[in-house]
C-alpha cells in the first residue's frame, strides 16, 4: 500500500511537499477550495519545481470553478513540469462547493466534465458551452497531445461509485469501494508521543481540524446523531442565519477548529474518532486498510507543526527516503 500525503494548501505547502518527498511518501495531494486555500495548480507548479519524485496532483477539481479547457491547460503545464509524476482527481465539491454556499454537483455533470478533460488531453475536439473546443497549443506551450495522466473520481455513495467505474481510473475519498484497482483513502489524525493524553494542546491544535471536519460532515449529511456531541454542535450551527451559516462552519476548515467547533473537539472526541493513536495503533489501522483492499493511504498533516506531523507519520509507517 502507498503511503501519501495530502495538504490544506497554504503559503507554505509547496517547501512542505519538498519535506514529503525527502522523506518518502508516495504522492502529494492539494486540495483546490478556493475560498479557503491558495490557487492549487500555481501551489503544485512550485512543489513540482522543488521535487524530482514525488508524485503530484490536485484533490479534488470541482467542475463548476472552472472551464474544462482551463483545467485541461493546467494539467498540461504541470506535466511539463513534473513527467510522469502527475494524477488529478476529480468530485462533486464538498469543501470546494459548500464553501461557497452551493450544493454539490449533479454526478451527471461530473461524468461530462471528466470525459470532456480526457478527450481534450488526448488531443481530440470536444463540444462544451454550444461550441466545439480543443486544444490547439503549438509546440512548446504545452506537451504534445495525447497526454495521459490518471485521473481519480472523489466519491461517497453509490452514485459517484457507479461514475467512477465508468469513467475513472480509481476512486479517492474518506471510504475505499471494493472493486477498484486504485483505492486511495485519506487518513486523518496525529502520531501520540509516549505518555501523551489525547486533550493536550498540542493533539487537538494537529487533529482537530479532522474532529470538526466530522461534525461538519455528519451535519451536512443529516446525521449528527451519529457523532458525540454531534446534535449539540448541530444546535449551535443552526443559529446563524442560514444564508451565512456555511461561512461560520467552512471557516478554517481542514486547517484547525474554529470558534463554532472549539466547545465540542476534546481529547474524548479524538479517541473516539481514532484520530488520537499510539504508534503500534496506527501501525494496526493502516494494516487494517491495507487488507480491506485499499492501495494508497494519504495522510493529511495539520496544525502549527506539519514537517512534526509529516515526519512523525513517516517514521511510523516505516517510510525511506
Keep these: 500500500m502507498d503511503v501519501s500525503c ?41 512543489a513540482a519545481e522543488r521535487t524530482s519524485r514525488i508524485g503530484l496532483g490536485p484533490a479534488v477539481l470541482v467542475p463548476s470553478l472552472r472551464h474544462v479547457m482551463t483545467n485541461a491547460a493546467a494539467i498540461a503545464t504541470l506535466v511539463s513540469l513534473a513527467p510522469g509524476r502527475v494524477a488529478v482527481a476529480i468530485g462533486s465539491g464538498f469543501t470546494g462547493r459548500l464553501a461557497l454556499g ?34 490547439l497549443h503549438p509546440e512548446g506551450f504545452a506537451p504534445s497531445r495525447p497526454i495521459d495522466v490518471p485521473m481519480l473520481m472523489g466519491v461517497v455513495g453509490e452514485r459517484g461509485t457507479a461514475v467512477a467505474r465508468e469513467v475513472a481510473d480509481g476512486v479517492i475519498g474518506p471510504v475505499a469501494p471494493a472493486g477498484f484497482t486504485w483505492a486511495a ?14 486533550g493536550s494542546a498540542r493533539v487537538l491544535a494537529a487533529a482537530g481540524h479532522a474532529a470538526a471536519l ?14 458525540p456531541s454531534g446534535q449539540e454542535w448541530a444546535a449551535e450551527a443552526d ?45 494496526a489501522r493502516l494494516d487494517q486498510l491495507a487488507q480491506s483492499g485499499v ?20 517514521a511510523m509507517a516505516g517510510l525511506r527516503a
Aim: proline share 7%; with cysteine.
Design 102 to 135: 452551493q450544493r454539490p454537483l449533479p454526478w451527471v455533470q461530473v461524468r461530462a466534465y471528466t470525459l470532456a478533460l480526457r478527450d481534450l488531453l488526448q488531443g481530440k475536439q470536444v463540444e462544451w458551452d454550444g461550441a466545439p473546443t480543443k486544444m
Design 214 to 227: 466530522a461534525l461538519h460532515m455528519a451535519h451536512h449529511r443529516g446525521q449528527s446523531h451519529t457523532v
Design 295 to 314: 492501495t494508497e493511504v494519504i495522510y493529511q498533516p495539520a496544525g502549527p507543526d506539519i514537517p512534526r506531523e509529516l515526519r512523525s507519520f513517516a
Design 6 to 46: 495530502s495538504f490544506a494548501t497554504s503559503l507554505k505547502t509547496a517547501e512542505q511537499i519538498a519535506l514529503a518527498e525527502e522523506l518518502g511518501y508516495r504522492r502529494a495531494w492539494c486540495y483546490d477550495s478556493p475560498a479557503l486555500y491558495p490557487d492549487v495548480w500555481m501551489t503544485l507548479a512550485l
Design 185 to 198: 483513502r485519506t487518513y486523518h489524525g496525529t502520531v501520540l508521543d509516549p505518555g501523551e493524553e489525547p
Design 239 to 283: 443559529k446563524i442565519p442560514e444564508r451565512e451559516r456555511h461561512l461560520a462552519i467552512h471557516d478554517n476548515h481542514l486547517v484547525g477548529a474554529n470558534a463554532l467547533d472549539q466547545q465540542f473537539v476534546t481529547g474524548d472526541l479524538l479517541r473516539h474518532l481514532g484520530l488520537a493513536r499510539s504508534r503500534p495503533e496506527h501501525w
